[in-house]
């Protein structure tokens, strides 16, 4: 009985501090509703700014960029990330798809490197650069030809070439970049970036199908196809010039010879017609091949 009138009158005492103690201290309830201050950066964060950055610069016709892929989770992981295993990973995942492997390329691997230093540099982690370069425009920089380019990114504390591919192929975008059937060469590039006292990886693959994979247009076939447009241009109006020349005559010998001449005119005109459209056909037939192999 002693005991419980003892443990009652603690509580009540308990009670009584706790009330005194938020009356006294009105910032304590605050403090515990606030929760736990984080003084990292969320990547998070740092990744939605980067997107609303890419947002503003227009889409290029040709280029694949998904946004950058970011890993959230900060632990700290012993991994690494090499050029030669993320290829291996890459060509892993379109091998078991059926697809033919991707060939690396030296260029492209320049690619790559130029534009990973230049994101660590200036200090920021998107497609496009604060000066609005992107990896097309370094691509043409470096002298890579390329029909279509696409690049994946990502950063973060991925464990080994393993975990960072398993993350792209997991994102939609980037999946579709490693397992684009289009593409034929492939530059990698891998660094870790000073964070916070110690280093994340940062990751760059760039890929590319170059000119040759698609049968050229012969540019010589356009040039001829002019030369005849403005053959036919000047042929029409010398025939109409003619044509009206004849219907003011009289008749006679001179307007006979007239006529004769206007229907070897016409017959010059009616050939470098046809002349023209076959031009026009084989050109059009290249182009529509070209296309269609871009497209497949």
């Given at each position: 009985m002693c005991s419980k009138k003892l443990a009652t009158g603690i509580l009540f005492v308990l009670l009584l501090f706790l009330f005194f103690l938020l009356l006294l201290f009105p910032s304590f309830k605050d403090v515990l509703e606030g929760g736990i201050i984080t003084l990292s950066p969320s990547f998070q964060e740092e990744q939605?700014?980067?997107?609303?950055?890419?947002?503003?610069?227009?889409?290029?016709?040709?280029?694949?960029?998904?946004?950058?892929?970011?890993?959230?989770?900060?632990?700290?992981?012993?991994g690494l990330l090499t050029e030669r295993g993320i290829m291996r990973e890459t060509n892993n995942h379109r091998e078991n798809d059926g697809l033919a492997p991707l060939k690396k390329d030296d260029e492209l691997d320049e690619v790559a490197r130029i534009k990973l230093d230049n994101m660590i540099d200036k200090g920021y982690f998107a497609h496009i650069s604060p000066s609005g370069k992107g990896v097309a425009d370094i691509a043409e920089e470096v002298g890579y030809d390329y029909l279509i380019i696409g690049d994946n990114l990502a950063r973060g504390n991925y464990k080994d070439d393993e975990d960072v591919v398993s993350a792209w192929m997991e994102s939609p975008g980037h999946k579709e970049n490693i397992m684009d059937e289009r593409y034929e060469d492939i530059g990698i590039a891998v660094k870790k970036e000073p964070y916070e006292g110690r280093g994340i990886w940062m990751a760059v693959q760039v890929f590319g199908m170059p000119v040759s994979a698609c049968p050229e247009v012969n540019k010589s076939l356009l040039e001829r196809v002019e030369e005849k447009k403005e053959e036919a241009e000047d042929l029409k109006m010398e025939k109409e010039s003619l044509k009206k020349e004849i219907e003011e005559m009289e008749r006679g010998e001179a307007y006979v010879n007239k006529v004769e001449e206007y229907n070897d005119l016409v017959d010059a005109y009616n050939s470098l017609v046809d002349s023209l459209d076959s031009l026009i056909g084989e050109y059009n037939h290249q182009v529509k091949l070209r296309e269609e192999c871009i497209n497949k």
């Open positions: 939605d700014k980067e997107e609303e950055k890419e947002k503003e610069v227009e889409e290029r016709e040709g280029v694949f960029s998904p946004g950058p892929l970011v890993k959230e989770d900060n632990a700290i992981v012993d």
